[in-house]
């Protein structure tokens, strides 16, 4: 199993900076892609941010800009920066890791619990 924890949020004013954490644990052979999805008040889950084993970078357009997502492969960690902040980045951002656990296996997803991300105005 792969449990994954994220760390680094809490509440912050418009303008603002926080800096995520994902730490993947557990049966873990290789970790391929790595992403952050948020979900806001009353919205459905949306892509913050995705990161490749290769290391490319894909964003959703309302953060283009404002995130960095960034990866350490030794530590099986990411890392989202998140500069000026707005209202609506407020939400559960959750991480997602795809996982396999072993060589001959098909990859998994496997999700965080989230963790809250309030943005005051």
């Known amino acids: 199993q792969v449990q994954l924890v994220e760390s680094g949020g809490g509440l912050v004013q418009a303008g603002g900076s926080l800096r995520l954490s994902c730490a993947a644990s557990g049966i873990i052979f290789r970790i391929n892609s790595m992403g952050w999805y948020r979900q806001g008040p009353g919205k459905e889950r949306e892509l913050v941010a995705a990161i490749s084993r290769s290391g490319t970078t894909n964003y959703g357009n309302s953060v283009k800009g404002r995130f960095t997502i960034s990866r350490d492969y030794a530590k099986n960690t990411m890392y989202l920066q998140m500069d000026s902040l707005k209202p609506e980045d407020t939400g559960a951002y959750l991480c997602?890791?795809?996982?396999?656990?072993?060589?001959?296996?098909?990859?998994?997803?496997?999700w965080g619990q989230g963790i809250q991300v309030t943005v005051s105005s």
């Open positions: 997602k890791a795809d996982v396999s656990t072993d060589w001959s296996s098909p990859s998994d997803d496997f």
